[in-house]
């Protein structure tokens, strides 16, 4: 059992940054894959970011790509998304989400999600 719980989120301007963290609760994080999806008003879940168990394989959906850098930190059993150049298209609640099959977090149906994290991009 994983328990996921995201922060960071907030209100910023348009090429601003922010940096989003999920802590994880269990004693298996490392064997975890881990990912980031954005859910907007009136939109389909997206897939944003996506990180391999090991931290050797990083994946972003084309609209982050050079502006997003997803990480983990296995001594602090957390994920992070640094966010950068910040866009208004980039409002969305964010949900950190994980499995231990890569495949799964990649098109988000795995078995684990946060309650999500509330950003918003002014213009």
């Known amino acids: 059992q994983v328990r996921l719980v995201e922060s960071g989120g907030g209100l910023v301007q348009a090429g601003g940054s922010l940096r989003l963290s999920c802590a994880a609760s269990?004693?298996?994080?490392?064997?975890?894959?881990m990912g980031w999806f954005r859910h907007a008003p009136g939109k389909e879940r997206e897939f944003v970011a996506a990180?391999?168990?090991?931290?050797?394989?990083?994946f972003y959906a084309d609209s982050v790509k050079g502006r997003f850098t997803i990480s983990r930190d296995g001594a602090k059993n957390a994920v992070y998304l640094q966010m950068n150049n910040l866009k208004p298209e980039d409002t969305a609640v964010y949900y950190c989400?994980?499995?231990?099959?890569?495949?799964?977090?990649?098109?988000?149906?795995?078995?684990?999600w946060g309650q999500g994290t509330q950003v918003t991009v002014s213009s």
């Open positions: 269990g004693r298996t994080f490392g064997s975890y894959a």
């Open positions: 990180i391999s168990a090991s931290g050797g394989l990083t």
């Open positions: 989400t994980a499995d231990l099959d890569r495949r799964t977090v990649l098109v988000g149906t795995s078995d684990y």
